[in-house]
């Protein structure tokens, strides 16, 4: 995109947290800055509000509480971002996942923004939970961006087909759906790298949530451990205020009991995945997880569940395999037969990296989103 093009625009990042950005939108807003935009990152700042200021962005802060539903707490979330709409008046806004979809649809619709870009980056509790309140949710939620969509400037970004065709189902036009991959990966930090020697490992990166299938993932190392499997699985990542977030006490349960290394949050992702022989996600849905697009990126064949998002990343025997999800069982199995044959791993890695170069790269992905950005413009200056 020539410089030209979005000079004198201010667009808005509406995203939960601060890290969040920083791992995942990244990318796509140093593309729409060098195009000449004014970046705003409204989010709960906390670690990396300087990170966010050093890229040249302004910080706003946003009250988010991501740990479920408070009517007091959400207001006062919808009041900030009202306020901070009125006050920068955007050209176009960008809303990443649920919540920020929800609360910035009504601000943006109330404050008269020009452009509104909702993306579903996962669908996360709102399409997993069955019980009443995800359904009562889900009525809300739909309604609110079936009005949303109705204007000229607005697009819902989709990470993956089968999440186009639910919104098609649930009476959002297809001509507003975009289908962009996910956030995209730095093709140049995740590069392949031999394996190491030794007993294999199959590293986890991910939120210790039971959605994430956490849980089925240990059943599968009890499983392995029992069959006398040479096989060490590793979970890397942290608990937040989800609602389905693992305890800390049982996570200190399973290190203490030695049936999988407990690692914690890690910032080195590089680093544990060239410690790695396999990536694994036993998830329950995604959006599109760019964990194994990491994992595919540096060469590493996937393990991963046959739900919405992991099958867009993992195709079954080429880069990886794919099992039912919440099946402890087939998770083991697939895990043994990748640990016993480096050949098979050494072919399916190849295989993943060739998918994120030709379809996931950071730069492929940020061209699709200013593309989608420069036809909104367009559409809604054009009348």
Known sequence: MAKAELAGRTLVYLVSEDWYFCSHRLPVARAAQDAGARIVVATRLDADRERIAAE?????????????????????????????????????VH????????????????????????AMAGMGFLYIAQGMKARLLRRVFEAVIRIGMRR?????????????????????????IALIPGSGVDATLFKPVPEPEGEPVAVCVSRMLRDKGIEELVDAA??????GVAIRIRLVGGTD???????????????????????????DIVGEYAQAHIAV??????????????????????????????????????????????D?????????????????????????????????????????????????????ESG
């Open 95 to 118: 809303h990443v996942a649920a919540k920020p979809v929800l609360l910035g649809q009504i601000a943006a619709s109330l404050t008269r923004v020009p452009v509104v870009v909702n």
């Open 222 to 227: 009890r499983i392995l451990r029992e069959q």
């Open 152 to 176: 000229s400037g607005s697009a819902l970004i989709v990470q993956n087909a089968d999440d186009a065709a639910l919104f098609v189902e649930r009476g959002i036009d297809a001509g507003k």
């Open 281 to 326: 996600l036993p998830s329950y849905r995604e959006g599109l997880p760019k964990s194994l697009l990491e994992a595919a990126a540096c060469a590493r064949p996937i393990v991963t569940t046959d739900v919405p998002g992991c099958r867009a990343v993992c195709n079954d025997g080429g880069n990886g395999l794919l099992v039912p999800p919440r």
């Open 56 to 92: 040249g962005f302004e910080p706003v802060h946003i009250p988010f509480d991501r740990s479920g539903l408070n009517p007091l707490r959400d207001f006062a979330t919808l009041r900030a971002i009202i306020d901070c709409y009125r006050g920068f008046r955007p050209d176009l």
């Open 241 to 267: 205020a989800n609602p389905a977030s693992i305890a800390p006490a049982l996570l200190e349960t399973w290190k203490q009991e030695g049936i999988v290394d407990v690692a914690g949050p890690s910032r």
């Open 328 to 380: 402890s069982r087939a998770l083991a199995g697939a895990l043994e037969r990748l640990a016993r044959d480096p050949e098979t791993r050494a072919r399916m890695g190849k295989a993943g990296r060739r998918r994120v170069e030709a379809e996931f790269a950071e730069t492929i992905i940020a061209e699709e989103t200013m593309q989608l950005y420069r036809n909104l413009l367009s559409r809604v």
